[in-house]
């Protein structure tokens, strides 16, 4: 890579959580040093949540992951991060990285100061910031009028989601996530699960507004598969109209979405999403991104470079 | 401090474990970057205890606070390496740096490797080794004709100690401890808990033939206070005698003393040790080596500037 590009590549925001954020995130720092990671706090499960439960922080598990995949590192230390704490301790399932900045946070007594600690340590290109500092807990109203509390009872719900809701409903956004939105050349959200990881992004308090009010393009990153409990069936163009009950229609410049249509396979329980269906306004921009091992994932490297191309236009 | 006075300073072995040996520790690297603290593995108790029986480690925690000590590193990761889990939480009472130490084990396969990367990363000055890389147990007879089983156990013993036992009682020292003995200059036994951690290093196979063949100077550095359970009323020639009673009488090239009796004060449930009664062949240089914030404890300054004024003689 060139560095003298690298300096004068565009201020890229992503936004999501989960496995997708990360996979953007390794591929797009190949391009740029100058990519702000914004990521939801509404994880409950797992290490996050215990960690969240019994000490108060906010979920550290997507951060943890942006982070390494962020991160230059090559040595034990990101390998170190990416540990879990074996079956028969008490520590059993805990992630070393959410303690590493569960404990940072207690002694920085800021969740975003411990984040820039742990991204220093770890030398990562580029920032990862929460959405909001406030603790969010998310809630749905299915189709068939049940009401669901807590994200990975959401990701099991039965039922077509109806309505989405945060709690607490007036959680502001934290500076730090506005000011990189505003200055960004390039708003890239998802790829990710919409309801659980997007939306609850896009919901806090002055996020929407700072995307809009942005001079930067816009890009949404279709999933490349469906989700039990979240968008089973959905194709990408029943993916941008959720998403654009919480983002806006006027906002989008772009869509990007695979067109490696595959069989993805019993195991993984979801589909292929397919863009050839529908009817949408937008710029639907499609090419083959899909990650051949992991058939519901996208390859880092064809999506950043697919993502770059078309910016660069 | 002159950096080639410290590039030709005598390489040193200290020996033990506890808060004597940090003490030491964070005094001797004012004079030295050859240091090797050769430390005990019997600890039971507390968080390296737990980590100890749930992941079959080595305890990492007199370790932790020798690589702390040793740290040049003025940053927020020595600070977070010796941060506790607060109540409340599973995690509770848990060291990070404990937590550390135990991940990078299974990490990288191997205690020895994970104290390196771990004091590669908190800059540490000299190596922090085990005596052996077997789980050793304690157990000690009583004057009263008791057995008692474990470290933590025998810090409360009511009656006097007889004899002190280790399981498994073949337990081989580590090449790298032996090797670096053979090499010292200087090799400092002490200060530390007589039985709990001074002892149980000397028992184990090879350590007290490499100290008797090494050509380095022998040093014992004697507590300046008593501890009930392993060393009430004792004076100084009281300890010399029952260290030799393992050591061996022919080793001992100096024996340094606190003079500086205080009254201690009864919250520390000890007495000043005292240089002045009883009599010894042995050579004991004594000054006022008192920690006076905690006079159960060596000032780090005092204790090695006395030591390096000795051994410069």
Do not use: W
Not at 50 to 60: D, V, W
Not at 104 to 116: G, I, P, R
């Amino acid at each position: 890579m060139n560095e003298s590009f690298k300096n004068k590549a565009p201020r890229i925001v992503a936004i999501g959580g989960g496995t997708g954020l990360s996979v953007l995130l390794r591929g797009l720092k190949q391009h740029t040093r100058r990519i702000t990671a914004v990521i939801g706090v509404a994880d409950d499960g797992g290490s996050s949540g215990r960690l969240r439960r019994e000490m108060g922080i906010i979920p550290p598990g997507d951060f943890r992951n942006c982070i390494v995949a962020l991160s230059d590192e090559d040595s034990l230390l990101k390998e170190l991060f990416q540990y879990r704490f074996p079956e028969g301790s008490e520590l059993q399932g805990h992630s070393f990285g959410n303690l590493f900045i569960a404990a940072m946070t207690d002694v920085t007594n800021s969740f975003e100061d411990a984040l820039t600690e742990s991204s220093r340590i770890l030398s990562v290109t580029g920032r990862v910031v929460p959405a909001t500092i406030e603790n969010i807990n998310l809630s749905v109203e299915l189709a068939d009028g049940q009401f669901i509390k807590g994200e990975s009872n959401v990701k099991e719900s039965s039922s077509e989601i109806k309505e989405l809701f945060i709690d607490p409903p007036d959680a502001e956004a934290s500076p730090t996530a506005i000011k990189a939105i505003s200055n960004a050349d390039l708003i890239v959200i998802g790829p990710g699960s919409l309801y659980t990881s997007i939306l609850p992004v896009l919901m806090v308090g002055g996020i929407v507004d700072a995307i809009a009010e942005s001079k930067g393009l816009k890009y949404y990153i279709c999933n490349v598969a469906t989700e039990i409990g979240e968008t089973q069936h959905f194709n990408v163009v029943r993916h941008i109209e959720v998403l654009e009950r919480y983002l806006g229609s006027e906002i989008l410049d772009m869509i990007i979405a695979n067109d490696n249509i595959t069989d993805i396979g019993e195991q993984f329980h979801g589909e292929a999403v397919d863009p050839s269906t529908g009817s949408t306004k937008h710029i639907i921009a499609t090419s083959d991104l899909l990650d051949e091992e992991h058939k519901v994932r996208h390859d880092s490297g064809k999506l950043a470079k697919f993502i770059m191309e078309n910016y660069l236009g």
